[in-house]
């Protein structure tokens, strides 16, 4: 019992935690994308049907990569380019990907999916209660780890990545030090929307193996609270979308055990714990200053 309920917390902390680490790098770069949601939400009916399709849920995965970066460069282009504001412009996202995806999956909707394989370490995931929930997983779940680890050591331990952080810093410094601003925020927000589009695919690949419209159900913007939640550190964002996948999780065990809660509190559990959590870290003003970068949502228009 207690092996199934880690199970299915790191299920529901995997695409969370994508969809953060992805979101992070933007905004480390001071791009701020609020189409998160919008980005999932096709990468779910994206990757489910073509692994439909198909019948190979890995290219199904894959093409909810390419559609998350395809929708997050739509972003970049009117944003960076075009200069348009960044709160509206993440918001329409989140809109189009909602309306389009109900659209193309509408022929999907009760269809019996195709799940992403578990990939067995052979004897180490035999292994009691560690074996299942290391050594057994998903692909998806082992990238989603890696990315974490590998974006903490790019940020902090490469010239590339303190080149990213000091123009979400200051990106009219970084511009007079010859510095590309356009060009590495484009990156930033491809790899974002990659990573958003992956994490649409956890859900409908292995999370829920089927296609339901809305089935992201706000999940992008608890991923935009765990950015903030963790001030804006790659291995925070992992131990915040364990602690949401957790009571996201605890709601579901505590419906059927019978708990005289009503369902409805149960099930905004997961929302209220984000309000909760980001009303806590507004009152720390000085850990918010310290760590949010300063240049943040801020439009950035290059000498001509």
Same mark, same amino acid.
């Given at each position: 019992?207690?092996?199934?309920?880690?199970?299915?917390?790191?299920?529901?902390?995997?695409?969370?935690?994508?969809?953060?680490?992805?979101?992070?790098?933007?905004?480390?770069?001071?791009?701020?994308?609020?189409?998160?949601?919008?980005?999932?939400?096709?990468?779910?009916?994206?990757?489910?049907?073509?692994?439909?399709?198909?019948?190979?849920?890995?290219?199904?995965? $894959? /093409?909810?990569?390419?559609? *998350? !970066?395809?929708?997050? #460069?739509?972003? =970049?282009? %009117?944003? @960076?380019?075009? &200069?348009?504001?960044?709160?509206?412009?993440?918001?329409?996202?989140?809109?189009?990907?909602?309306?389009?995806?109900?659209?193309?999956?509408?022929?999907?909707?009760?269809?019996?999916?195709?799940?992403?394989?578990?990939?067995?370490?052979?004897?180490?995931?035999?292994?009691?209660?560690?074996?299942?929930?290391?050594?057994?997983?998903?692909?998806?779940?082992?990238?989603?780890?890696?990315?974490?680890?590998?974006?903490?050591?790019?940020?902090?331990?490469?010239?590339?990545?303190?080149?990213?952080?000091?123009?979400?810093?200051?990106?009219?410094?970084?511009?007079?030090?010859?510095?590309?601003?356009?060009?590495?925020?484009? $990156? /930033?927000?491809?790899?974002? *929307? !990659?990573?958003?589009? #992956?994490?649409? =695919?956890? %859900?409908? @690949?292995?999370? &829920?193996?089927?296609?339901?419209?809305?089935?992201?159900?706000?999940?992008?913007?608890?991923?935009?609270?765990?950015?903030?939640?963790?001030?804006?550190?790659?291995?925070?964002?992992?131990?915040?979308?364990?602690?949401?996948?957790?009571?996201?999780?605890?709601?579901?065990?505590?419906?059927?055990?019978?708990?005289?809660?009503?369902?409805?509190?149960?099930?905004?559990?997961?929302?209220?714990?984000?309000?909760?959590?980001?009303?806590?870290?507004?009152?720390?003003?000085?850990?918010?200053?310290?760590?949010?970068?300063?240049?943040?949502?801020?439009?950035?228009?290059?000498?001509?």
């Amino acid at each position: 019992m207690f092996e199934a309920i880690l199970l299915t917390v790191s299920m529901a902390a995997t695409p969370l935690l994508l969809a953060a680490i992805g979101e992070l790098v933007v905004e480390r770069s001071g791009v701020l994308n609020l189409g998160v949601e919008g980005m999932m939400i096709m990468g779910a009916v994206t990757g489910f049907g073509v692994a439909l399709m198909t019948g190979n849920p890995f290219l199904g995965a $894959l /093409a909810a990569i390419i559609v *998350g !970066a395809l929708f997050s #460069l739509l972003f =970049a282009f %009117l944003t @960076l380019t075009l &200069v348009t504001n960044q709160v509206a412009t993440g918001l329409a996202l989140t809109l189009l990907g909602l309306g389009l995806s109900g659209m193309i999956g509408e022929s999907f909707v009760g269809q019996p999916g195709v799940r992403l394989p578990r990939l067995d370490v052979p004897f180490l995931s035999e292994l009691p209660i560690v074996g299942r929930l290391v050594f057994s997983q998903d692909l998806i779940f082992y990238v989603s780890v890696f990315l974490t680890v590998g974006v903490a050591w790019f940020l902090f331990y490469t010239k590339a990545g303190l080149t990213l952080r000091s123009v979400g810093d200051n990106h009219t410094s970084a511009h007079a030090l010859g510095i590309k601003v356009v060009r590495i925020r484009y $990156l /930033a927000v491809l790899f974002g *929307g !990659a990573c958003a589009g #992956l994490a649409g =695919a956890h %859900l409908s @690949l292995v999370y &829920v193996p089927q296609w339901v419209e809305n089935m992201t159900a706000g999940r992008g913007w608890i991923a935009l609270a765990l950015v903030v939640f963790a001030s804006w550190r790659p291995l925070r964002v992992l131990a915040g979308a364990y602690l949401f996948g957790a009571v996201s999780i605890g709601q579901l065990h505590a419906q059927a055990l019978g708990i005289g809660i009503p369902s409805q509190l149960l099930s905004a559990l997961p929302y209220i714990a984000t309000i909760v959590v980001l009303v806590l870290i507004s009152r720390n003003r000085r850990l918010t200053m310290v760590n949010t970068p300063a240049s943040l949502g801020r439009p950035f228009v290059p000498d001509r």
